[in-house]
């Protein structure tokens, strides 16, 4: 059939309609897609809760090289949230999320226009930071640790939140910006361990993660290989000069590096959980002492004094761990006085205090360590009920000449009496201190003045000699 000519424009006008219709179609699906891309690009690149680029795209700078070698000034500012964790377990996730806002919009207010900052982990920020001769990496550091003075408001509360930050400057610390983070984040670790907020990175930076780093890795291979022992301090009385106890402290001979200071391996061994071990060995290696003198029938009167770390005490086998051994060897908790530091009793005192009963109740003495360095509350001391109070060397080392410091340790002196405890002055090295120390009525001396601390059979000698 013929068709009309009306008929040949509606499927026409048909035709077009559904091609607008298509093109609509596709107009709308590659919008989409546009908008997909984007948000897809957005995930990978920014981080959701601040807003800010994230690692991602720190990375993908650092492969593209948009920072690349004739951007002369760059740095790379490494930043750590302190104690986020902390923030975190008390005042719970969203309260911790609603911080790393704030501080991320804080930080936003340091930087220059052509300047990036990134979230690169959970508390970690990252700034690529233009250095001027106006404004060099130490002042933005300052910046970022002054905006963070005022406290951070949530839900009515006030939260006061510090930071850790390195950098690392082109080309001096590095000449790719991964080498540039790298040591960033090396210089912001040795803040972490300092009591600086701020570290640039240099050559002592490296060093000193590198001898971390290989402490670490050595400690408990020494500890199997028999490469740790003991040495004694005395403890003197003042008005008989007779020895009245003893201090036990640790030294580790390491064939590569030599003789090392617990000074810096026990900090590493805290900071990476292997005081039990360490704490495990030191009480076997006093027993043993202990039974070869008496074997030697050298009598040794007076306890011998441990220093015992936090992640003992927080051990829920502490107690029982301790008992045992000593009484496998045939001892008992009287012949030792344990030394906990004042911090440790301050930062954990519910979970400690415990313990520390416990130990009490068992026969051994309690000394309170460092007296004066760890901010003590009076009520604390007296629900720890010590034995003896070890004034820290700090307030010894000028006790002699500094007026301050004789008032305050004679507070402590009569602190001490008050509560019951003897009082120990630790680190004296001086005829005058001692001289001072007594008018002060302080009971016992530890230092250098009268001995070093020395190998067992020095100290068995010595013991003869004296008491
Ligand atoms: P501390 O418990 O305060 O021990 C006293 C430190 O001062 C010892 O250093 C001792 O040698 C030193 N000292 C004593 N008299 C003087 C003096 O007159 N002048 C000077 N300049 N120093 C003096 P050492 O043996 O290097 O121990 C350092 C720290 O390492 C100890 O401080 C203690 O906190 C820790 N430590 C040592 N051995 C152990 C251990 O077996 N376990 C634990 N957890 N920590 C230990
Ligand atoms: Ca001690
Ligand atoms: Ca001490």
Redo the contacts with the bound molecule.
């Keep these: 059939r013929k068709y009309e000519s009306w008929e040949i424009d509606e499927v026409i006008f048909g035709g077009l309609w559904l091609l607008v219709l298509f093109s609509a179609y596709v107009v709308r699906r590659m919008f989409d897609i546009n908008v997909i891309n984007k948000e897809v690009s957005r995930m990978a690149y920014y981080d959701s809760l601040t807003e800010l680029p994230n690692r991602n795209m720190v990375m993908k700078l650092l492969d593209e090289k948009v920072y690349n070698k004739s951007q002369a000034g760059l740095a790379v500012v490494f930043i750590d949230v302190d104690g986020f964790k902390k923030i975190n377990d008390t005042k719970g996730h969203l309260v911790g999320d609603e911080i790393l806002k704030q501080v991320a919009r804080r930080f936003e207010r340091c930087l220059l226009s052509d300047e990036l900052l990134a979230r690169i982990g959970g508390d970690e920020f990252v700034i690529l930071h233009k250095v001027t001769d106006k404004r060099c990496s130490p002042d933005l550091a300052n910046q970022l640790i002054q905006v963070l003075e005022a406290p951070i408001r949530i839900d009515g509360q006030e939260l006061y939140v510090a930071v850790n930050i390195g950098s690392a400057t082109w080309p001096r610390d590095g000449t790719s910006l991964k080498e540039l983070l790298v040591h960033a984040d090396l210089a912001m670790y040795e803040a972490k361990n300092s009591i600086r907020h701020y570290v640039g990175f240099d050559k002592n930076v490296e060093h000193s993660f590198l001898r971390e780093f290989a402490l670490f890795n050595k400690l408990l291979v020494g500890l199997q290989m028999g490469q740790f022992y003991?040495?004694y301090?005395p403890k003197i009385e003042l008005y008989s000069s007779k020895i009245v106890g003893f201090?036990?402290?640790?030294?580790w001979n390491e064939p590569d590096l030599g003789i090392i200071?617990?000074?810096e391996f026990?900090p590493i061994?805290?900071k990476y959980k292997m005081?039990n071990n360490?704490?495990e060995w030191?009480i076997r290696e006093a027993c043993r002492q202990l039974n070869s003198w008496k074997i030697e029938g050298v009598e040794i009167t007076g306890r011998m004094?441990?220093?015992?770390?936090v992640q003992?005490l927080e051990h829920p086998e502490f107690y029982n761990n301790m008992v045992t051994t000593i009484e496998a060897e045939g001892l008992t908790p009287c012949m030792f006085e344990l030394?906990v530091?004042e911090s440790v009793v301050m930062s954990h005192p519910s979970r400690t205090m415990e313990t520390l009963r416990q130990l009490k109740q068992g026969g051994f003495t309690i000394a309170i360590?460092?007296f004066g360095t760890g901010h003590s509350s009076l009520l604390y001391l007296k629900k720890i009920n010590a034995d003896t109070l070890?004034i820290?060397?700090s307030y010894?080392d000028h006790v002699a000449t500094d007026l301050s410091d004789q008032t305050i340790v004679k507070a402590m002196v009569e602190l001490g009496r008050n509560f019951n405890m003897s009082v120990v002055a630790?680190?004296?090295?001086t005829c005058d201190q001692i001289n001072k120390l007594k008018l002060l009525n302080c009971d016992i001396i530890?230092?250098?003045?009268y001995?070093?601390?020395m190998p067992a059979q020095d100290f068995s000698d010595l013991f003869r000699l004296c008491n």
């Design positions: 003991l040495l301090q201090e036990a402290l640790m030294r200071n617990p000074a026990i061994a805290e005081m360490i704490g030191l004094a441990i220093n015992i770390s003992q030394e530091t360590d460092d070890k820290d060397k010894i630790e680190g004296v090295e530890q230092g250098y003045y001995h070093q601390p």
